[in-house]
């Protein structure tokens, strides 16, 4: 069992489509161990994505991830950070393939509707960085 960190991002969450979201998770067999929906602010969204901080869209990816309400919420199943990434599909939605979250609900390569951890060891730092062991029941 893995489990990995994932946010339904600010343009998803706006539009409502949080459910429609989880349900792709539930119906591939991962669990939603823990949920909250929160507001970063853009120092917490520049911490967050850190690791980019050199990449040309950084900046207005920040700013667009601390502008409205995100879902962070920890799935847990059988290999749940390569599953996860499955069902997310290609970063850039144009070349996601059909029947994945971000061909399906994503506006674009920023506005992409999700965030899933890309390796095991990230998840362990990316679950850390929204939840407290307090917070995850499995
Ligand atoms: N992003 C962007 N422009 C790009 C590449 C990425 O705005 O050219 C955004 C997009 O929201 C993406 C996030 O930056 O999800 C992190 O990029 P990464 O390469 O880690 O893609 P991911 O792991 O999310 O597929
Ligand atoms: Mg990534």
Redo the contacts with the bound molecule.
Sequence with gaps: MERTLSLI?PDAVFRNLTGAINSRFEQAGLRIIAQKRLLLTKSQAEKF?E??RE????G??CG??SSAPIVAQILCGKNAVSKN?EL?G???PANAEIGTI?RDFGE?????A???S?SLENAVLEIGFFFSELEIIE
């Excluded at 990449?55 to 950084?58: D, E, G, K, P, T």
């Excluded at 674009?108 to 992409?112: L, S």
């Design positions: 991002k994505y690791i980019h990449r040309a869209f950084y207005s990816l667009y991830m990434r997310m290609a970063t850039n971000r674009g390569v920023e506005r992409n999700v965030h899933g890309d």
